[in-house]
């Protein structure tokens, strides 16, 4: 992706020259205890992009990072919104991914210039909470309805379990 924001803000470049506290690694996200990565295989490519912070620098609502993957050879997209939450204000995380979906242009110019350059059909959107608190499925589904936005919602607290690999979500 030659977006600048995808090059200036990625994990793959932060983590070799100027280390970002969200990047550990360059496909990993990682933040009070919570972690999420998207490891891409042969004939796949990852960029794990920072935006809290660095696409976003302003006082407006925005998330902590965005996975854009995609196959080399024309076949399936994803750009996955990432927000990495303690257990206490999950409901915030909905709201601001649906604020980075709709009202952020950074974040539409990165996923149009996914779709652009990269092979075959239109990314799917998707939007990530990875928590350390648990939320019932009808409070998700009210959330969902409120902001306009369908989230996967990861129980994930370090080290109890493998970092979850987005990868198996989608």
């Known amino acids: 992706m030659t ?5 200036q803000c990625s994990c793959r470049r932060m983590w070799a020259h100027q280390p970002s506290t969200l ?5 990993t996200f990682a933040e009070n205890g919570k972690q999420v990565r998207y490891a891409p295989r042969q004939q796949e490519e990852t960029r794990a992009i920072v935006l809290d912070d660095c696409v976003f620098s302003d006082n407006e609502m925005r998330c902590d990072g965005l996975f ?13 919104l990432v927000e990495l939450k303690g257990a206490g204000d ?9 604020h980075v979906r709709s009202q952020r242009p950074e974040y539409q110019e990165m996923v149009s210039s996914l779709n652009k350059e990269a092979p075959g059909r239109r990314a799917f959107e998707r939007a990530v909470i990875v928590t350390s608190g648990q939320m019932t499925k009808p409070e998700r589904v009210r959330l969902e309805t409120q902001y306009g936005i369908r989230v996967r919602v990861i129980t994930h607290s ?3 379990r493998p970092v979850p690999d987005l990868r198996d979500e989608f």
């Open 68 to 80: 854009l993957w995609w196959q080399v050879r024309g076949g399936r997209k994803v750009a996955a």
């Open 23 to 27: 990047c550990t690694d360059q496909y």
């Open 3 to 7: 977006s600048g924001y995808a090059d």
């Open 90 to 98: 999950i409901s915030h995380g909905f709201e601001q991914l649906a």
């Open 158 to 160: 370090v080290p109890t």
